[in-house]
């Protein structure tokens, strides 16, 4: 189990989020795992991306792997649980596309969509928990009223962490919280299919504990791990969406750690 280690310098990408479900929200090229050696092991990753577009949509997620010892590759592609087939299917096409072009050369590689996620790996990585890397995006703008907000925010999350380790829901966890007549806060947490509830939870557990640090008092907030997703909006985000009114982000920043 690998732990969380957050290192003191940090990249800051500041940049005006014209978002569209389409764009990667991050990507991790491990520089460490080159596969420039072996044909074998690349010729590998694209059989194994083959099985992951081919079959991710059906559940909406897959852990495989694909090959022999000592060529063979794990891989890991999910949804967010609450997108269609279709625009799983979609998301999944385009990550396994895109994940190849960004991270050519190496053998660990994933790539975040807001609605699915991909990894590959030589390693066999299924079923532990991996907060090594994330990506952090925050809404600039705070809220007014953060004492407050931070109270409900909390609440939110705890009763949406417990839903997602409840076996059933397959890792997502999901709600809102009316703030005031004009506003709702809303919330998601998913984890990989492939942990345990105990791991799942260790997941978000450093997920919104680090909400003090990156998302504290901001009107948005998501922190991207290998292991688990955390959300939160003042505007329906996840599906079913709530209204057809939902926001641009106009002014998003990034932080990629480490
Ligand atoms: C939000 O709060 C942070 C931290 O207190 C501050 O640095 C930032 O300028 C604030 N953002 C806006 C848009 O006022
Ligand atoms: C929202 O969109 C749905 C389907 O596109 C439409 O039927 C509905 O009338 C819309 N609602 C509002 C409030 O515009």
Known sequence: MKTMTLLPSFLLLNFLCICSAADPLGDY?????????SGQVSANIDKLLDELVSKTSVS????TSYGEDPHKVYGLAQ?????????????????????????PDEADARIWYDYCFLRYNEENFIGKVDTGYGIFYYNVENVTDPESFNRELGALMDK?????????????????TTLSSFLTLYALVQCTRDLAPINC?????????????????????????????????????FFPLDS???????????IVYP
Do not use: M
């Not at 909406?60 to 852990?63: L, N, Q, S, T, V």
């Open 60 to 63: 909406g997620y897959i852990a």
């Open 160 to 176: 949406i962490r417990s839903q997602a380790v409840l076996p059933k829901n397959e890792g997502l966890g999901k709600g809102k």
């Open 29 to 37: 090229c491990n520089k460490g795992t080159s596969i420039s050696g």
């Open 79 to 103: 949804c967010r649980g609450d997108v269609s087939s279709k625009d799983c299917s979609t998301c999944i096409q385009d990550a396994a596309k895109q994940i190849r072009e960004r991270c």
């Open 201 to 237: 939870a260790q997941c978000l557990a450093i997920a919104i504990g680090n909400f003090p640090k990156f998302c504290d008092s901001r009107k948005g907030c998501r922190v991207l791990y290998s292991s688990c997703y955390v959300r939160y909006e003042l505007y329906p985000f």
């Open 244 to 254: 057809n009114n939902t926001h641009p982000d106009a002014s998003i920043k990034t």
